[in-house]
């Protein structure tokens, strides 16, 4: 983590596990795999590319990591960006968050 996301009011966490995510485009549930998390973000990544400004649905549910809280949260797509054949990094402002499964 460099001293740029320190200096956040809510600093990123790097963290690795399984998202579901859905969008009002999606009928069901996609895996994506995170990689960071804040108070009020996400970037995960996805298989598809995701239209920004999209409305999401987010589950991360850790399974045997403890150290990542389970939570469920709806945002929206702020980045879309193409890393690879077929993978997307995606950014996701999180505006309502609930903890607890």
């Given at each position: 983590?460099?001293k740029e996301n320190?200096?956040?009011?809510?600093?990123?966490?790097?963290?690795?596990?399984?998202?579901?995510?859905?969008?009002?485009?999606?009928?069901?549930?996609?895996?994506?795999?995170?990689?960071?998390?804040?108070?009020?973000?996400?970037?995960?990544?996805?298989?598809?590319?995701?239209k920004l400004s999209?409305?999401?649905?987010?589950?991360?549910?850790?399974?045997?990591?403890?150290?990542?809280?389970?939570?469920?949260?709806?945002?929206?797509?702020?980045?879309?960006?193409?890393?690879?054949?077929?993978?997307?990094?995606?950014?996701?402002?999180?505006?309502?968050?609930?903890?607890?499964?």
């Amino acid at each position: 983590m460099n001293k740029e996301n320190n200096n956040r009011t809510f600093p990123r966490l790097d963290a690795q596990c399984p998202v579901l995510y859905r969008t009002a485009n999606n009928k069901g549930w996609k895996v994506a795999k995170m990689q960071n998390f804040s108070a009020t973000g996400i970037h995960m990544i996805a298989d598809e590319k995701i239209k920004l400004s999209s409305k999401i649905n987010i589950q991360i549910k850790p399974g045997s990591k403890k150290t990542i809280p389970g939570i469920k949260a709806v945002g929206k797509v702020l980045r879309c960006e193409s890393i690879a054949d077929d993978k997307y990094l995606i950014s996701c402002h999180l505006t309502d968050v609930s903890s607890g499964f």
